[in-house]
């Protein structure tokens, strides 16, 4: 039995737009319902979010029942990280701050077993095997993993060519937030130098042959992405989205009338 096929990896590769959600709250329950309400995949985020290998954990056996893939941001591209993550059963992962084709040689190294990488041989133990169930996943493996590596980062931004280039990196993704800031544009990545730069980025990606990947949090950007190529686009985050319709709930509650 070999391992299972990425469906998430397969779609991309068709050129199909899979839309998906952030998911930041280290909750099973949030992921759960996330993972039926229509997501193409959902992306349990460790860089920024309060994740441990164990709620991760909990939250891919929550997603399992539901027809969102999962997706995981690490929080940093350490090959023990990343064995760990795919250990868990994994096969989509995303890399923060790659700047250089060199950063992007090792984590796809990292994602990958001899004969095209360095990863770990312990997955009979875990769950991306079902400890022990699947047992070609060794040797099936590497076809079924994604990497995407995120450009957040100016001199990202000048490495992109080979950076896009580099065997086993599936994908590139932007993070506009972090890439302004680098830029010495902080919390502006819509002026118009940042916003120079990510299409540089995409057309650069896409001439790669490569998957382009970013994360809005405006419905009117969203259609706009995808014009300029995305097809792994972020329609927001969990912790947004819960915050806001507590506010306007809140919002609605009768008040007292001033004595």
Known sequence: MPAPTNQLKAALLRG????????AQASATVAEIAGQSGFDWCLIDAEHGPNTLTTIRAQLQALAGTPAQPVVRVPVGEDWVLKQV??????TVVVPMVNTAEQAAQVAAAVRYPGQGVRGMGAVLS????YGEIVDYVS???????????????EAV?????????????????????????????GAPDAAPVQEAIAHV???TKAAGKIIGTI???????????A?????LGLGGDSILIARAFRALAAQAPKNDAP
């Not at 795919?86 to 096969?91: A, H, K, N, R």
């Not at 769950?127 to 079902?130: G, I, K, N, V």
Request: proline share 4%; with cysteine; aromatic share 10%.
């Open 86 to 91: 795919l250990d868990l059963g994994v096969q």
């Open 140 to 154: 099936s493996a590497n076809d079924e993993i994604c990497l995407f590596v995120q450009v957040e980062s100016a």
């Open 216 to 226: 809005m949090f405006d419905e009117a950007a969203f259609a706009p992405q995808v």
């Open 228 to 232: 300029q190529g995305v097809t792994f």
């Open 202 to 204: 995409y057309a650069r």
């Open 16 to 23: 199909e737009v899979q839309s998906g959600l952030w998911l």
């Open 127 to 130: 769950r991306a095997t079902r």
């Open 158 to 186: 000048r490495q992109i060519d080979a950076i896009a280039a580099t065997p086993g990196v599936d994908g590139i993704f932007v993070g506009p937030a972090d890439l302004s800031a680098d830029m010495g544009f902080v």
